[in-house]
């Protein structure tokens, strides 16, 4: 399972040296989660009000080249390992098919008091 996601560097994603902040690729790179997982029909807000979160458990990011203010961004995430507790995905930002940014991601559900639930069978 594949997802895309476009996005656009505007002048409050980068730093004094004109380069997007370092901490905005996880910013980047969560706005394809969220929205790939409203495309996959799971309303985010309904599931908390139902007492069920995701958060992220586990990252590892590597900064390989450097986006600038104005550049045209694609967020592309894959499923590498599932099951009905965690969601793990490899997640890149690329410009013109440049590879700037790379991650896996592990996903998993909480409950209120923080324990562990299922993923919604969307995800699975």
Not at 2 to 26: P, S
Not at 39 to 59: N, P, Y
Not at 62 to 82: E, F, K, N, W
């Amino acid at each position: 399972m594949k997802h895309r996601f476009d996005l656009k560097v505007y002048y409050e994603d980068t730093d004094m040296a004109g380069i997007v902040y370092y901490a905005n690729y996880l910013k980047f790179i969560e706005r394809a989660r969220s929205t790939w997982v409203g495309e996959l029909g799971i309303d985010q807000l309904a599931l908390q009000a139902s007492g069920v979160v995701f958060a992220v458990r586990d990252i590892s990011a590597q900064y390989l080249v450097p986006a600038r203010m104005g550049d045209s961004l694609q967020v592309q995430s894959r499923v590498i390992d599932t099951t009905a507790a965690r969601w793990v995905l490899e997640q890149f930002v690329e410009r013109d098919g440049v590879v700037l940014f790379q991650s896996v991601v592990t996903i998993v559900a909480l409950g209120d008091n923080g324990s562990p639930r299922r993923l919604p069978v969307e995800l699975r």
